[in-house]
């Protein structure tokens, strides 16, 4: 049987590597500050629009200025405040009755990737009034234009403002399964720094290392090809040089901006060549005990890596002298061993530097579970 599942899960990745340069993937159009928003709906001649936030965003004022600029341009503004970490199908629901009552004609998402999640399946809602979320799971399901998109990333590291998924919990059968589809992905994306600056040195840290996870996977991959190779390595770079800054000094600007650009690439990178076994446990442990996704990828990163062993050691060669850590010509030599995924000597000392534990067991020691009530399970892709 697992001989069978295997043989499925290659034919099913050879099917879309083949068809990759063929695939309608897109870019969203950047945007450099939260203030070239309101002049772009006013082009659109939009006239009304939905305002999916995060409710810690909004409580912070990061969303008043471009609240008062779209009064002042006499742009309806209808607001819902995300305030689940794990985005449901009813937040969805009470999310597109809004954008249907204010007859809004776009979508807003500022805050992390449970914001920019909800607002894409509510476009998604949109243009498919009769499918419910529960027949939109998995691949493809959607296949219609939705509203037009602004994603606005408040955090560095989930790459959603230009991804074609978004992942909902099923509060009813208690299931967290991704949605993806190419419609969901964003049109504009606004990657403004200051809007970063106030990221507490926790959520920096493991919104970065969610950053570094996509990239590394994508890059480590059997589905690459030069545009995402390129993406990952620019992410890996821009991440090794500014992270640690970033979380030492939130104020630092500049720093911001590049770890802004280092998700933004990262994202692009593993839409195209998707990310492997880390995410996969990440997302069955945040969807059983409420561990932050960045914080599960951070813990797991490191000792699954030392799994793949000599599979993937050229290509993390290749991306540590990309990121300056080694001179150009140093090889990496394959792990003599590969020991429990608990092991010590497979945790990267500078991540433990940085407040991350160095295991599974000491993430529940040290970040309780998000008191949820009951445990969510977590539907793994078929591969």
């Known amino acids: 049987m697992k001989a069978i599942k295997r043989l499925y899960c290659r034919a099913y990745q050879l ?3 083949t068809a990759l340069p063929v695939l309608p993937y897109r870019q969203p159009k950047l945007l450099d500050h ?8 006013e082009d ?5 629009i939905l305002l999916v936030a995060d409710a810690g965003v909004r409580s912070l004022g990061l969303t008043a200025a471009l609240e008062e600029s779209l009064e002042r341009a ?16 009813a937040n969805v629901e009470e999310a597109r009755a809004l954008y249907i009552e204010g007859k809004a004609q776009a979508i807003i998402a500022v805050g992390g990737g ?13 243009a498919r009034p009769n499918k419910p979320v529960q027949k939109m799971r998995g691949l493809l399901r959607i296949l219609r234009k939705t509203p037009l998109m ?6 560095a590291g989930t790459g959603s403002e230009t991804t074609l998924a978004a992942v909902i919990t099923d509060s009813e059968t208690h299931y967290k399964y991704p949605i993806n589809d190419f419609a969901l992905i964003p049109d504009y994306a606004v990657l403004d720094a200051e809007l970063t600056l106030g990221l507490p040195p926790q959520i920096t840290a493991t919104t970065g290392l969610d950053a570094l996870t996509h990239a590394v996977e994508a890059y480590i991959g059997r589905s690459t090809n030069r545009l995402t190779r390129a993406m990952a390595e620019e992410a890996v770079a821009l991440i090794a040089g500014n992270l640690q800054a970033v979380y030492l000094d939130g104020g630092n600007l500049e720093a911001r901006q590049h770890m802004l650009r280092a998700a933004y690439c990262a994202g692009i990178a593993f839409a195209r060549s998707y990310v492997g076994y880390v995410h996969g446990i990440a997302h069955s442990l945040g969807g059983q005990y409420g561990i932050a996704h960045g914080l599960a990828n951070a813990v797991i990163l490191p000792h699954m890596l030392r799994r793949y062993g000599a599979s993937c050691t050229a290509r993390l060669a290749r991306l540590a002298a990309v990121a300056g850590l080694v001179p150009p010509e140093t090889t990496i030599r394959p792990p003599r061993s590969t020991s429990s995924a608990g092991s010590k000597r497979g945790t990267n000392p500078s991540v433990c530097r940085q407040g991350f534990p160095r295991s599974v067991k000491k993430t529940f020691l040290r970040w309780p579970a998000a008191p949820t009530g009951r445990a969510i399970r ?6």
């Open 15 to 17: 099917v879309f590597r």
């Open 34 to 41: 939260l203030r070239e928003i309101v002049p772009l709906l």
């Open 44 to 48: 659109k001649q939009i006239s009304s």
């Open 74 to 89: 006499h742009i309806a503004c209808a607001v819902y405040e995300q305030r689940m970490p794990n985005p449901t199908i």
């Open 114 to 126: 449970s914001a920019m999640d909800c607002a894409k399946v509510v476009g998604a809602r949109i």
């Open 150 to 155: 602004i994603a606005v990333p408040t955090t």
């Open 378 to 383: 977590s539907t793994p892709s078929p591969c």
